[in-house]
């Protein structure tokens, strides 16, 4: 549906629930969080749930104020699906959202088949919040503030990479201008999501990296983390997501690959690819799946061996 009928939509509730997707990011998180705190200046009553977890560089976003601390209420009149291409990524909160009078999507990502009674689904912005600012913008930009037009910024910087990825649009970069217009911290919310790591998160880069492997003149890289660099780093699992990216940013690599060890025997893998390398079909010879540049799946077995099963993957692929 066009954005005036969303508008439509939202002033004709009173009591409105949204929903953010499992593994929440900060698209997501600052999408629906922005999109609450100006339903809630426009006289609603709004509710937010998101089954999943707090990660470092959200910090500034995922407080445990913002979200997750309302009371499921016994009705409402129209539930939200937040940057969610699927209904399985309401998680647990799916049969809440399904209990809506009116369910509305409002999503970025190409879906299948839609699940809720009104969509909002635009595959060419560069993130929801793109679209959450639309919706704003036609209901009453008098509403809006500098909280926010940061949470919305956020978003659009996360999902785009810093305005890095092919996803970045004229109307990306005209939305992020009208956002500084608010006056938002935008140099410190760049400095927080792409370039500040936690200090143990450091020492574990320095010594995983010092460790990097290639293969076939450079082409492949792999990154592996085990128990041992976790316990002498004081990190966890938890602590890997984006190291990866180091080793495809080298020059030359068309195809990064870390090998994290999650339990014995066991691990978990992350592809990232550069062009048209298809990091999709590599997980794919693993039972796993992604995207064409990025990619992951679970394997287990002795590591030896589990390096030469994926090694022979990526040169099949290259
Ligand atoms: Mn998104």
Redesign the pocket.
Same mark, same amino acid.
């Given at each position: 549906m066009e954005i005036i009928d969303v508008v439509k939509l939202l002033k004709s509730a009173k009591i409105i629930a949204l929903f953010s997707h499992i593994n929440p990011?900060c %698209?997501?998180i600052g999408?629906t969080l922005a999109l609450r705190a100006f339903l809630q200046k426009a006289g609603k009553t709004v509710s937010c749930f998101c089954d999943g977890e707090l990660k470092f560089d959200m910090g500034d976003l995922y407080s445990a104020e913002a979200i997750n601390q309302d009371a499921e209420l016994s009705s409402y009149d129209l539930t939200i699906a937040v %940057?969610c291409a699927a209904e399985d990524r309401i998680g647990k909160y799916v049969t809440l959202f399904k209990k809506g009078r009116k369910t509305l999507c409002v999503?970025?990502?190409l879906q299948d088949r839609s699940y809720a009674m009104y969509n909002c689904i635009d595959p060419h912005s560069g993130?929801?919040?793109e679209l959450i600012w639309l919706i704003i913008k036609e209901y009453d930009l008098t509403f809006m503030d500098v909280n926010i037009a940061s949470l919305l910024y956020t978003?659009l910087v996360t %999902?785009t990479g810093n305005f890095g990825f092919s996803n970045t649009g004229v109307r990306t970069l005209e939305i992020a201008s009208s956002l500084l217009q608010y006056g938002i911290p935008n140099a410190d919310i760049s400095y927080k999501h792409f370039r500040e790591i936690p200090f143990d998160t450091f020492k574990l880069k320095a010594r995983v990296l010092s460790k990097a492997q290639f293969f076939e003149q450079n082409r492949i890289g792999i990154l592996t983390f085990t128990k041992e660099d976790f316990v002498a780093t004081g990190t966890s699992s938890a602590n890997t997501s984006n190291l990866v990216n180091e080793i495809v940013n080298v020059a030359g690599v068309d195809i990064a690959v870390s090998i994290t060890e999650v339990r014995p025997n066991g691990y978990k893998i992350s592809v990232r690819t550069q062009g048209n390398v298809d990091a999709n079909a590599i997980a794919s010879v693993f039972g796993g799946g992604g995207h064409k540049n990025a990619s992951g799946f679970m394997v287990n077995g002795f590591y030896g061996n589990v390096l030469d099963d994926i090694l022979k993957a990526c040169k099949d692929h290259l």
């Open positions: 990011d %698209d997501t999408s %940057d999503d970025h990502h993130a929801t919040a978003a %999902d």
